[in-house]
C-alpha cells in the first residue's frame, strides 16, 4: 500500500497510495475516512488514532486550510506525520478549484488530489478533469473528480433543483470513461455542513453509478448522516467518505469548555490538548463506523448489495 511522493526539491518520501488503499476498499467492503487538517494538532490527532486503529487514513486539504496554514508547513507537517505513522496516510487536495493550484500541490508534495469542475458544464469538466488526470498520473499522482452538485446545507433546494443537482448515472459512466479519474464523487443528496433533518441519500443512483463505472465512490458531507445510510453507501460502492464539521464542532467544544471553566487559563497547550483528544475521539469512532481498521477485527465487515 506504499508508493512515492515525489516532491518539488528531488525529495522522495512514501507515502500511503491513495488508489491502492481505495481499491482495497472496494474488494473488502469498508471505507477510508478522509479527515480535514487545519494545523498541527489537527495532524496529530487524526494520524495517531488511525495507527492505533490500524487504519489507512486521508489527510484532506482545502484551499482554504492551504492558505490558512501555509503550502509548505502542512506539506512538511503531513510528511513527517507519515514518515512516523506504521499505517498508510495519503495527504489529498479537497475540492482542488484549477489546473494551476492542482499543480501546486503537486510539486509541494501531495500524493493525490481532488479536481472539482461540478460547476461546469458537461463537457468542461471532462475537459478539465482530463487535463488533470494525465498530468498527474505521469508522476504517479491519483485523482478524484466529481460529477453533480454537492452543496453545503445552507442551500435551500427545491425538489426539482434537488433533482437536477444529484448525478446522472449515463453521464458518470461517460465522466469515468473520458477522464480516467481514479474515484469519482457523485452528488447523492448529501452537503457539507451541519444538516437540518435527516439527509436523503439517492441510494438508486449509487448503485446505478457503481454499476456503470466500476471506480471507487467518495461520499462528501460525512458529518450528521445516519450510520445505517453510511453502512448502506459502504455495500453500494463508497470506499472514500469526508468528515470535517464533526472533528471542528469537537475541537470547538473541548476547547469553549476548557476556557468557559477557567478564566485565567492562558497557556495554549492547556485548550489545545484537549482538543486534539477530543479530534482522535471523534476520528476513532468514524474509523470504527467505517470499517477500516483492523485492530477491532477484520476489516471491513458490510457486504456488497448488488441488486
Known amino acids: 500500500m506504499m508508493g512515492q511522493d515525489h516532491r518539488g526539491d528531488g525529495t522522495i518520501v512514501s507515502v500511503g497510495s491513495f488508489k491502492d488503499v481505495?481499491?482495497?476498499?472496494?474488494?473488502?467492503?469498508?471505507?477510508?475516512?478522509?479527515?480535514?487538517?487545519?494545523?498541527?494538532?489537527?495532524?496529530?490527532?487524526?494520524?495517531?488514532?488511525?495507527g492505533e486503529e490500524d487504519s489507512p487514513v486521508i489527510l484532506g486539504a482545502s484551499e482554504g486550510a492551504i492558505k490558512y496554514m501555509g503550502m509548505d508547513y502542512m506539506a512538511a507537517i503531513a510528511r513527517v506525520a507519515a514518515e512516523k505513522s506504521k499505517v498508510p496516510v495519503i495527504l489529498h487536495l479537497d475540492h482542488g478549484s484549477s489546473f494551476d493550484v492542482v499543480m501546486k500541490c503537486i510539486r509541494h508534495g501531495w500524493t493525490s488530489v481532488m479536481i472539482d469542475g461540478s460547476h461546469h458544464p458537461l463537457e468542461e469538466n471532462i475537459a478539465l478533469t482530463r487535463r488533470v488526470v494525465e498530468a498527474a498520473h505521469s508522476v504517479g499522482?491519483?485523482?478524484?473528480?466529481?460529477?453533480?452538485?454537492?452543496?453545503?446545507?445552507?442551500?435551500?433546494?427545491?425538489?426539482?433543483?434537488?433533482?437536477?443537482?444529484?448525478?446522472?448515472?449515463?453521464?458518470?459512466?461517460?465522466?469515468?470513461?473520458?477522464?480516467?479519474?481514479?474515484?469519482?464523487?457523485?452528488?447523492?443528496?448529501?452537503?457539507?455542513?451541519?444538516?437540518?433533518?435527516?439527509?436523503?441519500?439517492?441510494f438508486d443512483r449509487l448503485r446505478q453509478v457503481r454499476d456503470r463505472t466500476?471506480?471507487?465512490?467518495?461520499?462528501?458531507?460525512?458529518?450528521?448522516?445516519?450510520?445505517?445510510?453510511?453502512?448502506?453507501?459502504?455495500?453500494?460502492?463508497?470506499?472514500?467518505?469526508?468528515?470535517?464539521?464533526?472533528?471542528?464542532?469537537?475541537?470547538?467544544d473541548a476547547v469553549r469548555a476548557i476556557l468557559l471553566h477557567d478564566a485565567k487559563v492562558y497557556d495554549p497547550r492547556k485548550y489545545l490538548g484537549p482538543g486534539r483528544e477530543a479530534i482522535k475521539n471523534a476520528v476513532r469512532a468514524k474509523i470504527?463506523?467505517?470499517?477500516?481498521?483492523?485492530?477491532?477485527?477484520?476489516?471491513?465487515?458490510?457486504?456488497?448489495t448488488t441488486v
Do not use: C, M
Not at 222 to 244: H, M, W
Not at 288 to 304: D, H, I, K, V
Open 288 to 304: 470504527r463506523l467505517f470499517g477500516s481498521g483492523a485492530n477491532n477485527g477484520q476489516r471491513g465487515f458490510a457486504p456488497r
Open 141 to 202: 499522482v491519483h485523482v478524484e473528480g466529481e460529477l453533480g452538485r454537492i452543496g453545503g446545507v445552507e442551500d435551500d433546494l427545491s425538489v426539482d433543483a434537488r433533482e437536477a443537482s444529484l448525478v446522472r448515472p449515463e453521464e458518470a459512466e461517460l465522466f469515468v470513461r473520458e477522464t480516467g479519474v481514479d474515484a469519482l464523487a457523485p452528488a447523492i443528496g448529501s452537503a457539507h455542513g451541519h444538516y437540518e433533518g435527516k439527509p436523503e441519500l439517492a
Open 214 to 252: 466500476g471506480v471507487p465512490l467518495v461520499l462528501h458531507g460525512g458529518t450528521g448522516i445516519p450510520d445505517e445510510d453510511i453502512l448502506q453507501a459502504i455495500r453500494l460502492g463508497v470506499s472514500k467518505i469526508n468528515v470535517n464539521t464533526e472533528n471542528q464542532s469537537a475541537f470547538t
Open 22 to 50: 481505495l481499491q482495497d476498499g472496494l474488494r473488502n467492503n469498508y471505507a477510508v475516512g478522509q479527515f480535514n487538517i487545519n494545523n498541527l494538532e489537527w495532524t496529530q490527532a487524526i494520524v495517531e488514532v488511525a
